[in-house]
């Protein structure tokens, strides 16, 4: 494209080529960026995260145990804290094969909002 713009103002093929290509900058430059945009290079940066923090923590083993230990505290106590919650929130159905209810739901798409809410409250009464 750009090449066809040099073509037309006068330049040779060749000329036209190697004005685009200067303009177009550095091919390994924008291989670069190009790669820079993909997945694979989210995938480098946190392998190379993790590294650098692997690296970081058999540096100062005092520091990694502290590390640990708070992360299996935390993760515990939210487990713990969250199975009593759901436990008391959620309690088990005590119906027999409660397993096996199921949850009926019928659309009309004839019927407008307000009219469905009057049925509704007309089952409901």
Known sequence: M????????????DDAL????AAFGSIEAVKDRVRDVGWE??????LQ???????????SPAFAAVAVLSLAL?????????TLICG???PVLT????TRLVKLVGFT???STPTRCGWTAHYLE
């Not at 995260?49 to 540096?59: G, H």
């Not at 119906?95 to 409660?98: E, T």
């Open 74 to 82: 935390g993760i515990g106590a939210n487990a713990s804290v969250f």
């Open 88 to 90: 008391e929130l959620f």
């Open 41 to 46: 290079s989210m995938l480098d940066n946190l």
């Open 2 to 13: 750009a090449t066809d713009r040099h073509r037309s103002a006068g330049m040779n093929h």
């Open 49 to 59: 995260d993790v590294r650098y923090a692997l690296r970081m923590l058999t540096k």
């Open 109 to 111: 798409n004839g019927a």
């Open 95 to 98: 119906y027999p094969h409660a």
């Open 18 to 21: 190697r004005a685009a290509r």
